[in-house]
């Protein structure tokens, strides 16, 4: 069964600086992997997805993240946080493109001025 | 393009009533939807896949009878939440995938409270 980690539960960052959200999956083939934020008491939003080729793929918002086979990582990036990035991302999972979603547990990203 | 409503955003019932919850594709047809389920401050659980015209495939330890879910055209699928208990209290989410290319797009959500 595919799974997903998100190790860090909280991430506080300062205005300006960068960011960088962890994600480790577990599955056994190629894996279709996402990214998405929730702002509070929404929906989801798609920031970005691989489903294959150049390994570092560029998302909305000016995030981008980098898919690592070996590390069995997907993390996720933005050179400057604004502070409208104040929400909740999701990593997430699936066996192909627009099958079921696996999701991590979340990383709550806070923004400090 | 590729919107999905939920209908309503925000429900409080009371228990052992029923409540129904839509959700639609607007601009596109969804021959499969999803929903999935969040408690506060937890992530997304999916509780069932739903295929336009057949029955709702659900996931492990979700009780179909007490979920019930209807996807009777193309653009609609509808959670149904029967005899609603507090402990059914959550923010349920729907998403819909576009076949041409290949994509979930998730609904707003419905937060859900039962008294």
């Known amino acids: 069964a595919q799974s997903v980690t998100q190790p860090d539960i909280h991430i506080t960052v300062s205005e300006g600086a960068s960011l960088e959200l962890r994600c480790n999956y577990s599955y056994g083939a190629t894996p279709y992997l996402f990214w998405y934020v929730q702002s509070p008491g929404q929906g989801l939003q798609l920031l970005l997805k691989y489903f294959s080729g150049d390994t570092l793929v560029q998302g909305i918002k000016g995030f981008e993240a980098e898919f690592k086979r070996s590390q069995s990582s997907f993390n996720l990036r933005k050179p400057s946080v604004h502070w409208s990035d104040a929400a909740e991302y999701f990593c997430a999972v699936a066996k192909a493109a627009g099958n079921k979603l696996t999701f991590g547990g979340g990383t709550r990203v806070l923004v400090k001025p | 393009g590729a919107v999905v409503s939920q209908h309503p955003s925000r429900v409080i019932c009371k228990s052992g009533t029923s409540v129904k919850i839509e959700c639609r594709s607007l601009?596109?047809?969804?021959?499969?939807m999803f929903w999935y389920r969040q408690f506060p401050k937890k992530s997304l659980m999916l509780m069932a896949t739903?295929?336009?015209?057949?029955?709702?495939?659900?996931e492990q330890g979700v009780e179909k009878d007490k979920f019930l879910i209807n996807h009777a055209s193309l653009t609609l699928s509808t959670l149904t939440v029967t005899s609603a208990h507090p402990e059914d209290s959550s923010f349920y989410i729907c998403?819909?995938?576009?076949?041409?290319?290949?994509?979930?797009?998730f609904g707003p959500g419905t937060r859900l409270t039962v008294t």
């Open positions: 601009d596109f047809q969804a021959t499969t």
């Open positions: 998403s819909a995938r576009d076949p041409p290319r290949e994509e979930q797009y």
């Open positions: 739903s295929n336009e015209g057949s029955k709702a495939t659900y």
